[in-house]
């Protein structure tokens, strides 16, 4: 079944969403929400860090190159500090329409949680507020998608930390006898775990074999890597170096095709922390410092 599309109207109600849709609650952040041609619907999301004065607008062309192309109809612009950075909304406002790109909102905001102060930087526009819960029906989406909101970038990092050191020694000894089950198809793995999000250590020895078919894993990068990725957030933690290597340097890929730069970038850290000899990890890592837009990453899965 096809989820119901979210549309966001409001300024807060825009504040208030864009933790769901980053996955995190930004700070000192400009945020740009990509949408398609006669459509409200939340496309791309960028992220990038509040750029210094008179440096906003080479940040905005490359936030703005990483978006598709059918989404350079119109966006929104938030930034994210705790002073308003008005030349930030209007730096990139003007690379957005040199582009012909139409700005349809533009938002100041303290913070992204309930409570924090908004206001609304659209010429002639003298609204603010403060941010209000996220729309339900967006909470009740990343609820169905098993992905927290976390509270910051840090956050990220943590998120994707070993866990359980009794349970990685007990995998590690497993993987390094070679006891683990047969290897299986990687789709039939991700739909088992999404079915009941099992993952105990005969599913991530099975995982970990499964990842050594890289033309499966691909297949399901590019058809189902929403579902990939839920699964690899909780593999990464769950798995031994240096075999985590391989699921985190999937994982930057995963996120890369979301236009989700911060957790690409904390997943190619863990890969190549896990295993310096890796050339899978460190060839993604490559790819994540030159932040790609999605389009382009689908294209580089075609070589893999």
């Known amino acids: ?9 409001a300024h807060g ?45 080479v940040h905005a062309a490359r936030m703005l190159a990483m978006i598709p192309a059918e989404y350079h109809d119109h966006a929104i612009l938030v930034t994210v500090s705790s002073s ?16 012909g790109v139409r700005v349809s909102a533009s938002v100041h905001t303290a913070g992204t949680r309930p409570g924090d102060r908004w206001s609304c930087l659209d010429p002639g526009c003298a609204e603010s507020g403060t941010v209000p819960d996220p729309p339900a029906e967006l909470a009740a989406r990343v609820a169905r998608n098993g992905r927290a909101t976390l509270k910051s970038r840090e956050a990220i990092e943590q998120a994707l930390a070993p866990v359980d050191p009794e349970a990685l ?12 089950p047969q290897p299986a198809r990687v789709g039939a793995i991700v739909a ?3 079915a009941d999000g099992v993952l105990d250590d005969d599913r991530v020895l099975a995982l970990v074999a499964a990842l050594a ?23 990464v933690p769950a798995t031994p170096a240096p075999w985590s290597a391989r699921p985190a340097a999937y ?10 730069g911060a957790h690409a970038a904390a997943a190619a850290a863990r890969a190549t922390r896990a295993d310096p000899t890796s050339l899978l990890a460190h060839l993604v890592a ?13 294209t580089l899965l075609t070589r893999f």
């Open 84 to 99: 308003p950075r008005e030349d930030a909304a209007r730096d990139a406002a003007l690379v957005l329409t040199a582009a």
């Open 169 to 180: 020694t007990r995998r590690a000894r497993q993987l390094t006898a070679g006891t683990g």
């Open 13 to 57: 109600d825009l504040v208030s969403a864009v933790p769901a849709l980053i996955g995190y609650h930004p700070t000192d952040s400009l945020v740009l929400i990509a949408l398609g041609a006669g459509s409200s619907r939340v496309g791309p999301v960028m992220r990038a860090d509040l750029p210094p004065v008179g440096e906003v607008e």
């Open 286 to 298: 490559a790819v994540v410092d030159r932040a790609p837009s999605p389009d382009t990453v689908r």
């Open 213 to 235: 078919d890289q033309r499966g894993v691909v297949e399901q990068l590019r058809e189902r890597s929403a579902d990939l990725r839920v699964l690899l957030e909780a593999l």
């Open 192 to 194: 088992d775990y999404l």
């Open 251 to 260: 994982l930057a890929l995963a996120a890369l095709l979301h236009g989700d």
């Open 1 to 9: 079944m096809t989820a119901p599309a979210i549309r966001l109207t």
